[in-house]
């Protein structure tokens, strides 16, 4: 049984994606080494330390923890410039109108992010209100595969995890919905989230018939077209 949908940000939400490899590879360029779109989809769904760590593995460095401090606000105070500019408009297609649907099903719904940014996120694209519960990398201290961010927000919700939907654009973040317990659907590419229940590839046209037809079959596809 559905209860709540749980919803990532970054890839589902809003294409924030982009702002985040700027901001990453303009930190690997001045520290002397190339970082790509390939590189940048390990850092999906990760914590902003754990996004610089890999950074600098691949570019095999290695520096102070006060050094990784500054190099991560470094990259946050780029990452901040580009999100204050954010519009209602960037709402990725057919998220408003799926949101509202849950709502008025009775389906609760929150925000289950590592980014700490997503207050702001959410006040430039005005969903603020729009969520039941927000947990984000402001209420949590481990980063996706592990659970934390989702078991709490079934915990704020008052909702059992097992009838929780997760909705994921990375792998880390389907294998966190799949340690919580939790049914996951991703966005995006099939093969890339074969973990997850099923795949779609946006909210554009998609509904909560059709999410409780594909979580109600006894065999998932991994993408369900119309």
């Known amino acids: ?82 999100i204050e500019e954010m519009t209602p408009e960037e709402i990725l297609p057919g998220v408003p109108q799926f949101l509202q649907e849950l709502r008025n099903t009775g389906i609760k719904i929150a925000l289950g992010s590592a980014s700490k940014n997503s207050s702001m996120i959410l006040d430039r694209i005005q969903l603020s209100g729009v969520f039941d519960a927000v947990v984000d990398g402001n209420s949590i ?18 909702v059992l995890p097992e009838n929780c939907v997760v909705f994921e654009d990375a792998i880390a973040g389907v294998e966190a919905a799949r340690n919580a317990g939790m049914r996951c659907v991703g966005i995006g590419d099939p093969e890339t989230l074969e973990m997850a229940d099923f795949v779609i590839p946006g909210f554009d046209g998609f509904t909560v018939r059709k999410l409780k037809g594909a979580l109600g079959e006894s065999t998932i596809e991994n993408q369900i077209g119309t």
């Not at 709540?4 to 809003?14: E, N, P, R």
């Not at 940048?40 to 460095?61: A, D, H, Q, T, Y």
């Not at 050094?67 to 470094?74: F, I, N």
């Not at 201290?141 to 008052?158: H, I, R």
Request: proline fraction near 2%; charged fraction near 25%; hydrophobic fraction near 45%.
């Open 1 to 82: 049984m559905i209860e709540a949908c749980i919803f990532d940000l970054d890839g589902v939400i809003v294409d924030t994606a982009k702002y985040h490899f700027i901001a990453w590879k303009a930190l690997a360029e001045e520290l002397g080494f190339e970082f790509t779109n390939a590189d940048n989809e390990r850092l999906k769904g990760v914590s902003r330390m754990s996004s610089l760590e890999i950074l600098l593995e691949i570019g095999g460095l290695q520096f102070s923890e006060a050094e990784k401090l500054a190099m991560a606000e470094k990259k946050n105070t780029l990452y901040v410039t580009y």
């Open 141 to 158: 201290t481990e980063a996706k595969p592990n659970p934390e961010v989702f078991l709490k927000s079934a915990e704020w919700l008052g």
